[in-house]
């Protein structure tokens, strides 16, 4: 894995998207989202939009042994209708841990996971029955896979969003039970 730039934490406002969202196994993923990739960079240049950008991976729900619940989409600079497969949204404002890589994800997603861990943070997460729910992990695809089809040249920005911490007013201190 290369660092292109390091952990760190950032602030996003909510940004618009259409996407693709399907459940998957774990095993085959990466075959589906370039699928689903292909499908939507068509998909984008039959409506005529230019500006949008970047595309990502946006994982819903995680089971490493089990179904994926996930999304292939790309950011648009204004809400689009989208259609009965292709679907708009939002990826939702807040604080994202962020790391910035070259080629292997599951080592970059082991280490953004780590610094989390060690920075004392904590994710915008939660468990049911069939994996781990995230408020907000993507990756979007900082190199366009238009332009450049090796997966192990794209830079790609791993974000995770954090748990949103209370609120305190300049008057108000934080008092322990």
């Given at each position: ?9 950032v ?6 998207c ?48 089990g179904?994926m ?12 209708p ?20 070259r ?10 996971l780590?610094w989390?861990?060690d920075?004392g943070?904590?994710l ?5 029955a ?6 907000c992990?993507y ?15 794209w830079?790609v ?18 008092r322990?039970?």
């Amino acid at each position: 894995m290369d660092v292109v730039e390091p952990t760190r934490v950032v602030r996003h406002e909510a940004r618009t998207c259409v996407g693709i969202r399907v459940v998957t196994p774990f095993r085959g993923m990466l075959g589906k989202r370039n699928e689903l990739l292909d499908e939507l960079i068509a998909w984008v240049a039959d409506q005529g939009i230019d500006d949008a950008g970047p595309f990502f991976l946006r994982l819903h729900v995680i089971d490493m042994s089990g179904p994926m619940d996930l999304e292939v989409g790309v950011l648009t600079p204004t809400a689009l209708p989208g259609d009965e497969r292709v679907r708009p949204g939002v990826l939702p404002s807040g604080r994202y841990a962020t790391l910035t890589y070259r080629n292997h994800s599951l080592r970059a997603n082991r280490a953004l996971l780590d610094w989390v861990a060690d920075q004392g943070l904590t994710l915008d997460r939660h468990e049911i029955a069939t994996g781990d729910v995230f408020g907000c992990r993507y990756e979007a695809y900082r190199t366009d896979p238009r332009t450049e089809p090796r997966k192990t040249r794209w830079e790609v920005e791993l974000s995770m969003r954090l748990a949103d911490e209370p609120e305190i007013r300049p008057h108000e201190t934080r008092r322990r039970p």
